[in-house]
């Protein structure tokens, strides 16, 4: 299981670059980057997947734990299309209820991973815990499958990179810190259609940070995989778990040859609490062709590239721009010590290359704050101090069934998040442009369709949302894992 280490004792590390490993860690890109599998069909349109535990040679030489879908981290990668229905049937096999979230899915209610909709492994009984952050002592709403739950998405959306994860009330963050994510993409004609870079050289990138014990296990501040909630917990976790092991795709800072070529990287931040500011040494640019819900109207060219967790980035990197022969690494400019590393790319052939990126990406439609049927706010703040306090909104720790708003189907609105520290916030179902930070312009990695945005200390954010697709419940919450499990999270109803 996961060790057993309190968060006093790690406070002091878990302040400063991160839990620190407790094994010898790896020459930096000497391990080849894993591509995760891609998900078959049992047949079309159907898909099954099982949760279970593996072990699996994450640090070379040592074996870890982890809990996967399929039992591998990441999950298997669902390549699918826009408008085809797909079922894809999860099995649990864990010792703990699951629920699993498609990130950025516009889904109906009663598949989208709502956290008291559980699923449990066949013979194992539920009992709803008692305590915990979020103020869940009305037990009606508990629901759980036995064994396996359908969930069922239309994908009636456009192409984007989007991700599942685990969504557990309370438990989101050490499930998913044991490997409980991965990829869904979503392709239609009007990206295929692009000449942006394909094949092998559209690649997704799932950039996390885990820490390890000495005998290969995952390091986190928790007792049976919970996180100290109850016992009083120190500022650092407070603060989020960092690990100072970056791993992409899985592995730790990873290697990749390249050609001398246009590559389309989808960069997703799936940490639970990490921001990174990525760069590449010695030199190249990220040109932004998508953010977290698809193509842009036009690419924005970045030097760097802040990625707050939950957030997509889909860019192209020309690797024509070196000499065979170099080696372009990506760096964290966030990061101390070994967290400043993220993987490396080794140029090494020349190759033809007939991608390039067009003026004119997607069609996104500008929304407007006079569109806007409704404003609202929501404060993301802590109450309280040390073990008594807790991640609210609007001063409200998590009450299941309670929603905060009530927009109406088909009509936008403003919605407006204070806060007091670093909260990605994230709203399932709608999507959102943002229109202004502290009454200024956006910044340029706030452009196109998101789901999640980086709401920075003190910052106040204003969204404009969509909501289409399905009435009913979802919800709003901060995208740091360990704040979302203490309870900085709110339904709304879509009506
Ligand atoms: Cu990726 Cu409700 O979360
Ligand atoms: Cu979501
Ligand atoms: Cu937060």
Sequence with gaps: GLAAAGCGALAAEAAGEGLRSALPLPRPFTVPLPVPATARPVRPGHYEVVQRAAEVEII?????EVWGYDGTFPGPTFDLRRGERTVIRVRNELPVPTST?????????????????????????????????????DLTRWTFHSGAKDYVYPLDQRAATLWYHDHRMDFTAPQVWRGLAGFLLVRDDEDDALPLPKGERDLPLMICDRAFEEDGSFRYPAVDGTLLLRAGVEDACMEG?????????????????????????????????????????????????GSDL???????AHDTITMAPAERFDVVVDFSAHPVGTEVTLVNTLGTGP???????????????????????????????????ATRVFDFRRTGQGGGGSWTINGRPYRPGVPLARPRLGTTEVWRFTSDFHHPVHVHLGRFQVLSRNGRPPAPTDAGWKDTVDVRP????????????YRGRYMIHCHILEHEDMAMMADFDVV
């Excluded at 009992?127 to 915990?132: E, L, Q, V, Y």
């Excluded at 003190?458 to 697709?469: A, P, T």
């Design 241 to 289: 778990v960092e690990g100072d092991v970056i791993l992409v795709n899985g592995a730790p800072w990873p290697v990749l040859e390249v050609d001398a070529a246009r590559y389309r990287l989808r960069l997703l931040n799936a940490s639970g609490a990490r921001r990174y500011r990525l760069a590449l040494t010695p030199g190249g640019r990220f040109v932004q062709v």
């Design 339 to 373: 967290a400043r590393d993220v993987m490396r790319f080794r140029v090494t052939r020349r190759a033809r290359d007939d991608s390039r990126v067009p003026q004119r990406l997607g069609d996104v439609e500008p929304l407007d704050r006079s569109a806007a049927v």
């Design 101 to 137: 979230h498609l990130h950025g899915g516009v889904t109906p209610p009663d598949s989208d991973g709502y956290p008291t909709d559980l699923v449990v492994a066949a013979g194992r009984g539920f009992r709803p815990p008692a305590g915990g952050h979020s103020s869940h002592h």
């Design 294 to 300: 698809g193509l842009l109207a036009a690419p924005v």
């Design 60 to 64: 070379p030489g040592t074996t870890t």
């Design 458 to 469: 003190y910052e106040v954010v204003d969204v404009l949302v969509r909501f289409e697709g």
